[in-house]
T-cell receptor, first 113, second 118 residues
Framework: EAGVAQSPRYKIIEKRQSVAFWCNPI?????LYWYQQILGQGPKLLIQFQNNGVVDDSQLPKDRFSAERLKGVDSTLKIQPAKLEDSAVYLCACKRGVSYEQYFGPGTRLTVT | AQKITQTQPGMFVQEKEAVTLDCTYD???????LFWYKQPSSGEMIFLIYQGSYDEQNATEGRYSLNFQKARKSANLVISASQLGDSAMYFCAMREGRTGGGADGLTFGKGTHLIIQP
């Protein structure tokens, strides 16, 4: 089966600009996660979807970050306006049903200048 | 308090030796899961091994085993017969609560950078 797809792979923007990342999970994987990985740290959960509903967004900075998962498949994560501290790799992950294993995409590396 | 603590920022190991990567965790949940992921320089997160809190036996997957000591709240990863391709960042992670029971995102440690020397 095809893996998790993310685009773009790299993005450079100036602070105060907006940016959007896209994720296409593995077919049939109802649960989708977005993680932020700052250089030198482990990934940090931003938001979890179950189908098209939000399960956990307690760590999402809602003043500037938003995410949606229309039709319970693809997902988009948006930052508006970006700050320097948003420079990180944004990882999308998914899992099937009650399985424990999360499958990660290749990530989008964001640089904010 | 840190939920996942990895105390070894970096390790150098000779090829073919066994290596143990340390991980301690903190949770008040009775049901939880512990994971190890490998992240090579290319950036992808590769799942290695999983241990459920109720699993009585230590998990094993090929050259990987998880030394689970529940009373000490530790979940160390053991790699037997290390290979040059094992050089990467290794992350310990925890899921609190039951999988599929709602919010089950992972909390990661800061990682250990493992370098295998020939």
């Amino acid at each position: 089966e095809a893996g998790v797809a993310q685009s773009p792979r790299y993005k450079i923007i100036e602070k105060r600009q907006s940016v959007a990342f896209w994720c296409n999970p593995i077919s049939g994987h109802a649960t989708l996660y977005w993680y932020q990985q700052i250089l030198g740290q482990g990934p940090k959960l931003l938001i979890q979807f179950q189908n098209n509903g939000v399960v956990d967004d307690s760590q999402l900075p809602k003043d500037r970050f938003s995410a949606e998962r229309l039709k319970g498949v693809d997902s988009t994560l948006k930052i508006q306006p970006a700050k320097l501290e948003d420079s990180a790799v944004y990882l999308c992950a998914c899992k099937r049903g009650v399985s424990y294993e999360q499958y990660f995409g290749p990530g989008t590396r964001l640089t904010v200048t | 308090a840190q939920k996942i603590t990895q105390t070894q920022p970096g390790m150098f190991v000779q090829e073919k030796e066994a290596v143990t990567l340390d991980c301690t965790y903190d949770t008040s949940d009775q049901s939880y899961g512990l994971f190890w992921y490998k992240q090579p320089s290319s950036g992808e997160m590769i799942f290695l091994i999983y241990q459920g809190s109720y699993d009585e036996q230590n998990a094993t997957e090929g050259r990987y085993s998880l030394n689970f000591q529940k009373a000490r709240k530790s979940a160390n990863l053991v790699i037997s017969a290390s290979q040059l391709g094992d050089s990467a960042m290794y992350f310990c992670a925890m899921r609190e609560g039951r999988t599929g029971g709602g919010a089950d995102g992972l909390t990661f440690g800061k990682g250990t950078h493992l370098i295998i020397q020939p």
